[in-house]
């Protein structure tokens, strides 16, 4: 949106530049906040927590190279199920990531957070229902601990808090005014195989990263452990839903936790390298394995690097008609009815 403002006023070239700005600042203050979050911080600590956001993945490419399973890259090797890793969806989808990103790094430090942000926090909180709204979904069981922290605040009367409310009353009305024509479904209705493939898929993606971040875990706090196994258990939960032609579902509400099990990968690896142990080893092989899916999208996007302002696309050379027709809206829907004009 922002981005879209600088180009209604400066063109498309402007437009183009602010994007990237504004994908580069949201990607760098994640990382800051994360890094902020550190106890005891350090440049060793930092450093692992930064390859680990860069270079986590599952097994995709090993099970990919192993057994052949896609022509395309390896994190579409057991379609419609798809866990991307961070470096994919920064250059697929930054508008998605980015955000949701940012809002689990603010809930990491929620301990230092300045009282001014954490009032705001409702309103971001609802602004990222229109920015992603499946992203929000995949972030609101990780909201529900600090809701309750403050539920009095965020239940008061308050300006913020009732802009809050009027933005979430209306972005829900526009949610709801889709047409919903994309496949929504179970998943354990539309595989007849389904548990093997699902234990496959969540052993391959996420299960065998699991010894190192479980690894000692006594030694995370409450909050961060309660956030661990929050990101685990929706990791899990996840697959019996498919919404949308691409499993739009997948691959936006795993962002959040993906990111998560990264951020503490790394916060283990700063563990083991003082503890000096042969988990070490374990622990580095496993994450070489799982690097090669994240550094397969880094090579693809090093290799696919472009810097072009051309003028742009027309709606009809978007791409498949899929892109579109999944945002289309009914005319008749309330929102289009009574709150803005349908065209």
């Known amino acids: 949106m922002p981005a879209a403002l600088v180009g209604k006023v400066f063109g498309w070239k402007a437009a183009n530049l602010a994007l990237f700005a504004f994908s580069y600042s949201g990607t760098l203050l994640s990382l800051l906040l994360v890094a902020f979050s550190q106890v005891q911080k350090s440049l060793l600590g930092i450093f692992c927590i930064f390859i680990s956001i860069c270079f986590f993945g599952g097994f995709d490419y090993v099970v990919n190279l192993l057994f052949h399973m896609t022509e395309d890259r390896a994190e579409t090797w057991l379609t419609p ?25 603010i809930l990491l430090n929620r301990k230092y957070i300045f009282p001014t942000l954490n009032k705001i926090m409702p309103i971001a909180a ?7 709204p499946l992203c929000m979904l995949g972030l609101l069981p990780f909201f529900i601990p600090h809701f309750i922290n403050h539920w009095k605040q965020y239940l008061s009367f308050s300006l913020i808090n009732l802009s809050a409310f009027i933005l979430l009353c209306v972005l829900i009305l526009f949610i709801l005014s889709n047409d919903f024509s994309f496949p929504i479904h179970f998943s354990i ?21 699991l010894p190192i971040i479980l690894y000692k875990i006594s030694h ?24 949308g032609t691409w499993n739009d579902w997948a691959i936006k509400v795993c962002m959040p936790s993906i990111f998560i099990l990264s951020i503490f990968v790394g916060k283990q690896f700063i563990l083991l390298i003082k503890s000096k142990g042969s988990m070490l080893y374990y622990a580095g ?12 999208e880094l090579i693809f996007s090093a290799t696919h690097y472009e810097i072009s302002f051309r003028f742009p696309p027309e709606l009809r050379d978007f791409g498949p008609g899929y892109i579109v027709s999944q945002q289309l809206g009914k005319a008749d829907s309330y929102f289009f009815k009574y709150l803005t004009k349908a065209q």
Do not use: G
Not at 189 to 207: C, G, P, T
Not at 285 to 296: I, K, R
């Open 220 to 243: 995370f706090s409450t909050d961060e452990t309660r956030l661990i196994f929050t990101a685990i258990f929706s990791l899990i939960l996840i697959p019996f839903i498919i919404l």
């Open 189 to 209: 209705l539309v595989f007849s195989d389904f548990w093997k493939r699902y234990l496959l898929f969540v052993l391959v993606e996420f299960i065998f990263i």
């Open 81 to 105: 199920f798809f866990y991307f890793s961070n470096m994919c969806n920064l250059y697929w989808s930054p508008q998605h990531c980015i955000p949701a990103w940012i809002i689990i790094s």
């Open 285 to 296: 092989f496993l994450f070489f394995l799982t690097s090669l899916t994240a550094a397969e």
């Open 126 to 132: 609802v602004s990222l229902i229109l920015w992603s």
